[in-house]
């Protein structure tokens, strides 16, 4: 299986920066499949952020484009998302995803962006 750990979320003001990370384990897992962070906000869909290949090819949504950064560390399984210039409307629940013909996901980190 795959075991998903993220951190890094919290509150902060509109403007500010926040880094979420990403540790990713277990006996299936294996760096050369994709990964990605997704964000749900109340009453809406989860929706993706962005997405990173093995070889570090990243695509992002047009909301978060200029503003968020996905990367991975590979040696230490691990991914980060840095986001900067947030705004009210970045608030969600952000998860990280890895797929490996299934979907793994963590368990969550709450980012709160205060006007």
């Known amino acids: 299986q795959v075991q998903l750990v993220e951190s890094g979320g919290g509150l902060v003001q509109a403007g500010g920066s926040l880094r979420l990370s990403c540790a990713a384990s277990?006996?299936?897992?294996?760096?050369?499949?994709?990964m990605a962070w997704y964000r749900q906000a109340p009453g809406k869909q989860r929706e993706l952020v962005a997405t990173?290949?093995?070889?570090?090819?990243?695509n992002y949504a047009d909301s978060v484009k200029g503003r968020f950064t996905i990367s991975r560390d590979s040696a230490k399984n691990t991914v980060f998302l840095q986001m900067n210039s947030l705004k009210p409307e970045d608030t969600a629940v952000y998860y990280c995803?890895?797929?490996?013909?299934?979907?793994?996901w963590g368990q969550g980190t709450q980012v709160t962006v205060s006007s």
């Open positions: 995803n890895y797929r490996r013909y299934v979907d793994y």
């Open positions: 277990g006996s299936i897992f294996s760096p050369y499949f994709p």
């Open positions: 990173i290949t093995s070889s570090s090819t990243t």
